[in-house]
Structure formats: C-alpha cells, structure tokens
C-alpha cells in the first residue's frame, strides 16, 4: 500500500490532458462585455474530461486518473495552484510517499507546503490517508496507526494547512476505498504473510475521515461509500484487492472532478484562447488584457 502527501510509486493524476472545449473553439454564444470572464463550460455529467489541461491534483500513487497504468493504493497530498499563466491551466504539487501513513505525513508536511515555497494561493489541495494506517497491528505495526491517532493527524495536517493560509474550503479530504478482502489475502500469501487489512476496518477509518472534514469544514470525497452504492461489486475497482484498477482510477477521477470544477472554475484568463488571438496582431490578444 502506498501514501503520500497530497492523491504512490507514481503519481496518479499525472495525464496532460484536460476538458476538451465545446463546440465553436469555447466560445459564449451570447456576446461579453469587455473584460469579463470567459464562461467555463462543464463537462457533461459523468463524462470523463479530456483535452490538454487536465492534470489535477491527486492524492497518492493511484497514478493516471484515465486508467493507462493501475497505481497502487497510496496515501497523500496533492496541491493545485493558478499559478501557469494559460488557459484552465493550473500547477500541480503531487507528493506521494509509497507506505506513509498520516503520521509521519504529518511531520513532513511542513517541509512540503509552507509560506514562502512557491504554493502561495493554492486553489485546492487533496490529502488521501488511512489505508496505510488501518492496517491491523498485529500483521503490520509499522504502518499502523490507531484509529483516534489517525482522526487527530487529519486535524492536525488541515489546521497546520490553515495556519499558512489554505482556508478550509480548499481542502478536499478523500477516504480509504473499500477493501476486497479474499483477492487481497491472496497477495498477502504470496508475500509470506497473513491478512494485514480487513474490510470492515477500513471502513471505521472511512467513518473517521468523513467526521474530520465534517467538523473542519472542508469537502471531502467518500470514496468507501461511493464504491459501495446500491451493493454493487466494487472487485473491478481493485486490482489485487486493495489498490486501484484502471477502473478505480477512472471512478475516483470522475467523482472527484465536481469538486474540483467548483474550486478551479473562477481562475482567471490570463492569455487568451488560441482562435480568439487577434490574427493580423497578435500583441493585441497576447500583450492586452487578453480579451481582444
């Protein structure tokens, strides 16, 4: 299992590609007024966004959210800042740590994101733990961590973000996926171990996750419950049981995007679409105030 700060051996949100525009090259079929934001149309319910700006933050090692490699289940924490000057376009801190738990996450998370290391503003930031920490303490100490500890550092992570100006609003929590318990003993046996994880476990830290971003004010992505809806067989979503499939990445990307339209969706324009660049002089749209 692996973590990180913000959604692995590799990060999974690392596709290039972003929604695809509309129709018309984006433009409004109403006129603007001069100055004014450029309306950002949606992707359709349930569409997968596709085109060259979506890289998002992630959490861990789930890796590519459309599904080219199954990444493995990791914890961690994932920034999203306005700061490359294009269209819908954003910076992305991804860290992930293969094995981390939320509490040596919580140690160096100040080393990570902290005032003055060129994440100022960030527009939302991801933090994806507690499969690593319910680990059941008989079969795996290292990474466990009780399920107060683990409800305590989650607080701990969201008020250290606060203290360094990342309102609760951009924080989004996720939760630990399920766990498919008969294809993830299968793994552990190969390992030379017994069961380290259990189903019903890593709901509690599911649970826990949810009354944190509850009592903190922040968005949060129930992952455990999502998988589960109307008692559907989740095993598609796991590759060995526990961390995700292309499937599983292609699911948690497309219920994680809503939330990130809303945080993402009032960056400014600060150039220009491609096809709304004046042609005869360009300096017009590209030296102006990029509504030319």
Not at 80 to 93: A, E, F, I, Q, Y
């Amino acid at each position: 299992m692996e973590s990180g700060v913000s959604l692995p051996r590799e990060p999974w949100f690392t596709d290039s590609r972003g929604p695809a525009a509309p129709a018309g090259g984006g433009r409004s079929a109403q006129p603007r007024a001069r100055g004014s934001p450029r309306p950002r149309p949606a992707p359709p319910p349930g569409a997968s966004p596709s085109g060259a700006d979506r890289r998002i933050p992630a959490g861990e090692p789930w890796r590519c959210a459309s599904g080219r490699s199954a990444g493995a289940l990791s914890s961690g924490l994932a920034c999203c800042s306005s700061g490359t000057p294009s269209r819908r376009k954003c910076d992305v801190l991804n860290r992930g740590f293969s094995g981390y738990n939320t509490r040596w996450a919580k140690i160096i998370l100040p080393r990570l994101i902290r005032k003055g290391s060129g994440m100022e503003n960030p527009v939302v930031v991801t933090i994806f733990f507690g499969a690593n920490d319910c680990s059941l303490k008989d079969e795996n100490p290292k990474q466990h961590v009780p399920l107060d500890e683990y409800s305590a550092n989650l607080r701990d992570m969201v008020q250290y973000l606060r203290s360094v100006d990342i309102p609760g609003e951009r924080i989004i929590l996720i939760t630990p996926p399920p766990l498919y318990e008969a294809a993830w003993e299968k793994e552990c046996t190969l390992k030379g171990c017994k069961l380290n994880r259990l189903h019903s476990v890593a709901g509690e830290y599911a649970n826990a996750c949810l009354t944190v971003a509850r009592d903190c004010g922040t968005d949060v992505l129930d992952l455990w419950t999502l998988m589960q809806k109307d008692k559907q067989d989740f095993s598609s979503y796991l590759s060995d049981g526990l961390h995700l499939s292309p499937m599983g990445n292609e699911f948690l990307f497309s219920n994680l995007w809503p939330l990130l339209v809303k945080k993402v969706s009032s960056l400014p324009w600060l150039l220009p679409y491609w096809k709304d660049v004046e042609e005869a002089k360009p300096e017009l749209s590209l030296l102006g105030d990029g509504d030319h």
